[in-house]
């Protein structure tokens, strides 16, 4: 087990704000988060529209402003109260929280980069941070898992829908041409992709005859094989579901207890960020640093 | 149990008429009540078409009259009959009721308000009082708690679906732009749900390639997610059937019996309108009222 | 059991040619049919092509009266060699083997009754018959039995979504109104049921802010709610497999033997028209009648 | 056991390059056709858009050039190093191999051939050769062999599918008619399909009410069965599953063991082209020939 140094005691305080959501300032911590992520993707949205920008041009880039600030300095301190600064700096969340702060200083110096907008887009996936739904996301375990036992399947299945599209999207091309709208063979096979799936856009339609009828093929097809990953995920569910229903039947069950089953809180190691620890641990199961 | 004193007779009469199906006239009731509905419903449909208004004005305005003054009766006669005439006004089919007679007036002292004629369409959530569907839904009672045991999952998957769409409908926006269509975030949001549930009405199309490749991966997304709660529903519907199915096999079953085997009737109370009651309950089991 | 009189030997012989599919000449007659019913709706499909039509409008017209006179004699020999020609006339089938010979000779009576040509196409079901689908149907009963237990279901199911189209079909009208296309109401829940169902036309879009997001609401319900048929019936055919299943696990099963595994053959009861016979039966197990 | 004599060295070392994966140099020979295989597509596509052939003819006709002078050594690698060329040659992945160089040869004489270059997309196929899909494929075999298990049932309900867009077909034919799109019954056999299958286009809409009614109708039905395929190949692909799962429980289990536990490799026989071999197997378990 690592020793390691106490942090300051504000440093601390700043961590149990920041990263747990089981004391009250934490779970305002949360709210307010909440609400700016929210608030904000709002804005992002809003300021797009040009009838509204034209308007209250002044308001968004305020408010944006005020939201940019408070971000930058949940991040810092985010960065200041973690044992280890560049784990975090470099995890999934520490590069979104930068990501969706650094645009709004780019546009002070490079004029004109709407393009960055995009970025601010992704502040939205840190709503999965906030709302802590690893807790939740456990009780639809089976359904991840699941779908986790699926993958290989699924990527087969996919891989195999790929190859027809490319086929049949070259076979229509040549069949319909450019004066219909297959323009070229990617375009055709995006058509394909479109009919298959069932979307049907209607931008692109064949034309002739022969080209009707394998459209017609292709509709049928995709129509069909939705069945296959639908098969895949519900087989592999009910056998999930089935699996924890025999545990709970038979209580000195042969087979190790359902990780699920075990309690665990959203509180958050400072020195490793692991976040599922159980309900009265002390110690970070994975670095041994004290909670 | 609240001791409650016996109604007039003939308000009692009235609400056996009204709010029980089991005696001829209760049935009679409810048929003429079934027909008046459907009936109003195509005069607010047939109404709404220029060319038969234009033709038919008269007799869909007099034809119209008459059904709210029946309604408008129908609606005094339930809070007479009732004990506690503020549970029904407050209840989900007494502010129904309400809404569906109250347009029409307005419409005498508010000279043009076309757009009160939405909640003469509202008339049609009564048909599933008069239909009495309880007793057809109990038998579809597995289906109802299979749904229920499903919400919380299909709740984050649509989250889930709702943050992908927001983020590809901002990428979508940025890469096509508003000269193809996709004239701001909203918008693209709406055409990104449009393509992720494969509708594709094709007002909207992508026109550059990087556009029609992202395009693509939605639609292949889509196409796979649809799996998702599908599988959820199917799964937890087979797990329902088959736990009423052990309760048939086992007769002296440990599990209680099953609620939906309990006969029930359409009586309802007329204290608490409670409507499931046990075939020769004498006494409502939610308030001890006399049936 | 009825007495019945023997017919004479050739209308027996026609009986066993016609209604029959286990004699070489019965095997022989069938296939003559079935050839017959697809070149004649191929016939009926190229008639209605324009540019074939005025092409080779005598070869269609010649064929088509080749056709329709074999119909004829063959509908002739039908009511001939059974036992009860009423029966027969008054059947299923004896219905669409009339429909399909008669618009040919109503066509030379009433010139230019060109919407009789829809009876033609009903020459299709009676496919079905040559077939002798009922052997192959067999396999697949299960899936029959279960489209049976999901009925009660799905037509809850089907009656919820109608009242959901009407009630958000007329919003669609308040919101978007004529100058979208919305025009009135039934239009308005015909567009509903086009975007509740995923085909998604693009005749007729929404256009304003709200209608987009109702839309949205609509698709969003339309993508999940298709989870509940197909769990539905996944749920009942399942069932129904694995009941067969354990039949066939327990030898002395409780359970009567399921009606699938008798052995059936395609014989027809001359009396009764009763099509499924025990391969070894002597008797129709109806009416009694000697095969 | 046929007795074989065994053939010149290098013709073994070339078979085993080739043919087998299990040596570095088969693997990399794999990798390097795979690659082709891709690069050999992206051209195929990329040629097709005009622009860019336009600027790069040059180089896309001399890679495309060398790609197949290096496909085409190999088809007569793989004639050489087999033991009976006939068989290779006439099996599928022959043919594939033989129609995948041939276009660019044949465009030598042929000038403007253009048409040829659906062949090309051809080699696509060989991918699966490639991947050796085999070994991956035995993981999803539960699906194969459910897909396998419902082919009867889904073909009876094609076939039925098939049936009703025929009838409702010609039925929107006549009431729509010409002015509406639906040229002839071919064309609105065809969008009955599109409608059916939930796709959608839009290219051709019902503009009478009647029409509109149909459509909804036929909407409805499409929604509805596709839970038909969906319900089949969930249900056969559990069973599946379950069984094998039973014979994992039931260590001394009366079934035999699943094929799939075999343990195959990818070496292919150089006599019998037989590509499932057991990991020890000495001589093919097809033809007795030595590996």
Known sequence: ?????????????????????????????????????IASILLVMLESIESLDSKYHTFFN??????????????????????????????????IDL?????????????????????????????????????????????????????????????????ITIILGTVMYLIEGKEHGFDNIPKSVYWCIVTLTTVGFGDITPQTPLGQIIASLIMIMGYGIIAVPTGIVTAEYSKKEKETENEDAHAISPLPKHP????????????????????????????????
């Open 1 to 37: 087990m690592p020793e390691a140094k106490p942090k300051s005691n504000w440093k601390l305080k700043v961590h149990e704000v920041i990263y747990e959501a089981d004391t009250p300032a934490g779970k305002f911590f949360d709210i307010v988060l909440l609400i700016a992520i």
């Open 62 to 95: 305020v408010s944006e402003w005020v939201i940019t600030i408070l971000f930058s300095i949940e991040y810092i301190l985010r960065i200041i109260s973690v044992k280890q600064p560049l784990k975090y700096v470099t995890s999934f969340y520490g590069i």
């Open 99 to 163: 990501l969706s702060t650094i645009p709004k200083y780019l546009s002070l110096i490079f004029v004109g980069t709407h393009a960055l907008v995009a970025f601010r887009a992704i502040r939205l996936l840190r709503i999965f941070r906030v709302l802590k739904l690893v807790r939740f996301l456990s009780a639809s375990n089976h359904l991840v898992s699941a779908l986790r036992a699926s993958r290989a399947k699924i990527s087969v299945f996919m891989l195999a829908v790929l190859i």
């Open 260 to 291: 699920d089953e075990i309690d665990v809180n959203s509180q958050t190691c400072s020195n490793c960020l692991n976040t599922k620890h159980k309900d009265k641990a002390k110690y970070c199961d994975q670095c041994g640093y004290k909670l």
